[in-house]
């Protein structure tokens, strides 16, 4: 009788770490590429290349956008820029990425923004050509548009 309680025991335990290994499996990668590039203008904060980083759980998806040729004019805090990043989806509406996030800059500091985050659904094939970014620093609001498409080519969200 002893035997068949550790069996089940055992059963179960390792039953209950398979579960629990699935549930903090790291989710699989669903969008491709990972990264881009493309090149934007942002007037006051220059502009140049830029690069994108996307990343999706399900429906959620976060985008980043760093650039060493698009700087920061004057010191920038943490966190206090808010960003508006419309991006165009070949296969509907425009999906929109916002958020607060930034690391502080100095002066002439590279940009960065994000992860900002947004909502998409399976097939959006999503381009910063055709959309933009909006940031709004110390009430000043910054556009930027894509000169071109970017690539390899754009976001695809499965």
Not at 53 to 73: C, E, F, N
Not at 95 to 114: D, E, L, Q, Y
């Given at each position: 009788m002893r035997g068949k309680r550790i069996g089940s025991g055992a059963a179960m335990l390792v039953g209950a770490l398979a579960v629990t290994g699935l549930a903090l499996a790291p989710s699989a990668v669903a969008v491709t590429p990972l990264t881009a590039t493309v090149t934007a203008n942002c007037?006051?904060?220059?502009?140049?290349?830029?690069?994108?980083?996307?990343?999706?759980?399900?429906?959620?998806?976060?985008?980043?956008?760093?650039?060493?040729?698009?700087?920061?004019?004057?010191?920038?805090?943490?966190?206090?820029?808010?960003?508006?990043l419309t991006m165009a989806n070949?296969?509907?509406?425009?999906?929109?990425?916002?958020?607060?996030?930034?690391?502080?800059?100095?002066?002439?500091?590279?940009?960065?923004?994000?992860?900002?985050?947004?909502?998409?659904?399976?097939?959006?094939?999503?381009?910063?050509?055709?959309g933009s970014l909006k940031m709004v620093v110390f009430g000043i609001t910054v556009t930027c548009t894509a000169t071109g498409p970017q690539a390899p080519g754009p976001f695809v969200f499965s």
């Open positions: 007037g006051l904060f220059g502009g140049g290349a830029a690069t994108l980083t996307a990343t999706q759980t399900g429906t959620a998806a976060t985008l980043k956008l760093s650039s060493t040729a698009i700087t920061a004019p004057i010191p920038i805090g943490a966190n206090t820029i808010s960003s508006t070949s296969t509907g509406a425009a999906r929109v990425f916002s958020g607060t996030v930034n690391p502080a800059m100095a002066t002439g500091a590279p940009i960065t923004v994000g992860p900002l985050n947004g909502t998409v659904a399976s097939g959006d094939s999503l381009n910063f050509y055709g």
